[in-house]
């Protein structure tokens, strides 16, 4: 992380330009009276003066700062994003340290604050915060400040650290109806998605989601990468959700058809299904798992209108349409869940 820009000017607090006020005030009668307490005084708040913008600036000194990102974050829903703050100065502590996130290089009014940072330590907090819309938010660094020590003139630097935050949209769970309608048979024959039940298949590599239980150590250790046991399956059953994201359709109808979806998708998933996204332009393959559930969020925070024609889907279709109620439109037999590398 390097200084965008290492000194940001900040205007004097109120007590501030008080203090400035009475200081111009004490000089001018010293010169005029010639007198030479006056001269003393004005001397010592010059100095005060002096000595709090060097403080506060051998404070913001040497400080490395960095986030710790939550793990999902979805529109309208508050979460909690990490700050940790170390000082890597060797024998002094920085005090009354505020910083401050900045998304596009506006701060985001969400501060955290350090009282107390000793030289050598690392203090991590956190700030509360909720974006209102789905997308990609491009965080493009911090601002840090402080009024240490007499909160006459602040100072502050702006530090670049780049990061990319995912805004998973907001969740509408499936209606019960719905859910109803789905099938609750196994599938005919077997599907090949990872379980922890069922007859041996072979191993593959570890991909994120998996159960650490179902790690092969000691194929592990004679590979050298990890290994999981992926075993047939015999109750997976596959289910597609279609999102119509249609050009045509109105913004706030558009964006609700996308929170049903997610909801959906979610559902599906705890229930046991591999689940697949189709949408105009694209899809998301059946799969199973919790990295099966980031990869459909992910396309669905990004997802923009699409003046493609749909994919075609054969099973169980769960068809979300922007103005309408998500309805399941067709569930013959479920297809076998392919195997995804």
Known sequence: MTPANPRNRQAPTREGWWFLAATLLVGAAAIDAGINLYFLTFGMMLC???AGVALSELGLS????????????HAGTPYLMGIA???????????SIEVEDLIDGRPIEKRCYFLKLPAGRLQETAYRNMMARRGRYRLSGFRLATKFPFGLVPRARSVADAD???????????????L??????????RSFAPSRQGEFRGLRAFRAGDDPRDIHWRSSARRGLPLVREKEDEETRHATVVLDNDPASETAA???????AAGICLDLVQRGFSVGLAVRGGEVRADVGGAQVERILRALALIEPDARPLPAVRGTIVRVRPGAAPALESAPAPLLAGRHA
Request: no cysteine; aromatic share 6%; proline share 14%.
């Open 48 to 50: 005060l003066l002096v």
């Open 85 to 95: 703050l170390e000082n890597r100065k060797r024998r002094l502590p920085s005090f």
């Open 62 to 73: 040497g400080l490395r700062v960095r986030r710790v990102l939550p793990p999902a974050i």
């Open 164 to 178: 990319e935050l995912i805004v998973y949209p907001a969740v509408i769970p499936a209606s019960e109806a719905l």
């Open 180 to 189: 109803r309608g789905l099938p609750t048979h196994p599938a005919p024959g």
């Open 254 to 260: 558009f964006e609700r058809a996308v929170s049903e």
